[in-house]
């Protein structure tokens, strides 16, 4: 990796460096606005010798992914063989975590100190949350709240998921107030339209 | 938000302190310094008394301010909750005092005065922590409610701001009650800026989930979709300090950005809110 040990590239178009640690989110508005923004984020991060973990949700499943990266150019199976990336579905992924969000934060940072042991130079996680149900919301919000202050030491960077057309103006003042940065394409580049 | 499925896991997360305020008044913080905007003795009973109890309950010392009317309401609940006032003020955990007898103490020509007003807190409370008995204390006091109810704002300001300072200087959580109409435009001219910039948290509403609806249907039926150029302004816009729910930041967000539509979403809302009152629960 180059540049100071603690910048990795973003790898969106417009967006440089960005620090370890940093917890972002954007809104999409369907499978082809989420796939411009995932795959050339996780190709930076393949690039910059970090573990890559996909959790894929509805319009862009596992499947999807994978091969959103291959017409990219990248070998999602090599990758995966490799132990480079990780692409599981939201029910795979979560179901494993019987508990709550610390739990699930939990697993989140023994994958960084795995991922470190392992020689790679950090972790690179996206999430989907289109399956987050309404009855749920607040108790996800509060799930993000946390990882967005437990991450910030850690050696981390996330970009999550938020499709816009399910999300009301109160929902989206909640994700971004529990996020370190939103990202936006208002046109052809990507920019931060918060970062704290 | 949609109508997939959610892995159990998320669903048996934590209770948010985002969806009520009791967690919040449960666990203020060492010097948070909170206040709740209320209109029926109902809701304003129930927190002061949940402040109290829980406090308590965690073995601090709690210092009530309270008019002698209200705290025939507070003392009432307080006792439904299972405690005895009158033995906890034997022990020394609760401390009363009448806000009507306490405020001509300080003020002068109709303000505050500091230098009176806050040695007085600062014995109060180190009376409070009874020589280290206890270390933790709360403080809930409707002093600078009363100023603000007689049209004293200048003054109820001033006090608040008092309060603010000794509650860091003193370490102690201060909860706050303001006779304040959320849905009521004036109290943005002046009053609820006050509030915000005085204190960490606002609670703005007994019924979170309800104020989020309403709030929500509001902003959609006057205004339509946040999309486009206002997404970008909604996202890129930073509140002011305190913390409130997403709700009340949205009213604010609105009476900032689109003030001409900031009245006529706070009449809806209040409609919407009223209809639902009036519809028998499910």
């Keep these: 990796m180059s540049g100071p040990m603690h910048l990795t590239d ?6 440089k460096a960005i620090p370890y640690g940093i917890h972002m989110c954007h809104f999409f508005r369907g499978q082809d606005d989420l796939a411009a923004a995932l795959v050339p984020y996780f190709a930076a991060g393949l690039r910059s010798n970090e573990r890559c973990i996909w959790i894929t949700a509805p319009p862009l499943h596992a499947g999807d992914a994978a091969a959103a990266l291959e017409q990219a150019g990248l070998d999602a199976l090599a990758l995966e063989r490799k132990g480079a990336l990780l692409i599981r ?8 975590v019987d508990s709550d969000a610390a739990d699930i934060l939990g697993r989140w940072l023994h994958e960084e100190e795995r991922a470190i042991a392992d020689g790679y130079s950090g972790l690179r996680i996206t999430g989907n949350t289109s399956f987050v149900q309404s009855g749920d919301w607040s108790a996800f919000m509060d799930y993000e709240e946390l990882l967005n202050r437990e991450q910030s030491s850690r050696r981390i960077v996330t970009l999550c998921s938020y499709a816009l057309g399910q999300c009301s103006a109160v929902d989206v003042l909640d994700v971004v107030r529990r996020h370190a940065g939103t990202l936006d394409r208002p046109d052809a580049g990507w920019q931060f339209l918060t970062s704290c | 938000m949609g109508p997939l499925s959610g892995p159990r896991t998320i669903g048996r997360m934590k209770q948010s302190s985002h969806t009520s305020w009791r967690k919040l008044l449960a666990e203020p913080g060492k010097d948070g310094h909170i206040v709740q905007l209320y209109q029926d003795d109902d809701f304003y009973g129930e927190a002061i008394s949940h402040f109290t109890a829980e406090g308590i309950a965690r073995g601090e010392s709690v210092i009530l301010v309270a008019t002698k009317a209200h705290w025939q309401n507070i003392s009432g609940r307080l006792r439904g909750k299972g405690f005895d006032p009158e033995q906890l003020f034997r022990l020394g955990q609760l401390t009363l005092l009448d ?6 103490k300080f003020m002068a020509s109709n303000l505050p005065d500091g230098g009176i007003f806050k040695p007085l807190a600062r014995q109060t409370i180190e009376k409070a922590r009874a020589g280290g008995k206890f270390p933790r204390v709360r403080w809930w006091g409707e002093m600078v409610n009363c100023l603000y109810v007689e049209g004293n704002v200048k003054g109820s300001h001033r006090l608040e701001q008092f309060f603010d300072q000794v509650a860091h200087e003193e370490t102690v959580a201060i909860f706050c009650s303001f ?9 943005y001219d002046e009053a609820f ?17 309800r104020h989020r609806l309403v709030v929500n249907r509001a902003v959609t039926e006057v205004i339509g979709d946040i ?3 206002l997404l ?5 816009w930073k509140p002011d300090a305190s913390l409130m729910p997403s709700s009340q930041a949205l009213l604010l967000w609105v009476k900032e950005h689109m003030p001409r539509h900031f009245e006529p979403v706070l009449v809806r809302a209040r409609e919407l809110e009223n209809d639902s009152q009036a519809r028998p629960s499910a």
């Design chain 2, 179 to 187: 006779l304040m109409d959320k849905f009521d435009p004036k109290i």
């Design chain 1, 10 to 15: 973003c790898g969106l178009p417009g967006i």
């Design chain 2, 99 to 104: 806000a009507d007898d306490m405020l001509p």
């Design chain 2, 193 to 209: 800026g006050n509030v915000c910039r005085t204190h960490s948290h606002v609670i703005p509403a007994d019924d979170y989930a």
């Design chain 2, 227 to 229: 999309k486009g150029s």
């Design chain 1, 89 to 96: 579905d939201y029910t795979d992924w979560y179901a494993k």
């Design chain 2, 232 to 236: 970008q302004s909604l996202v890129s």
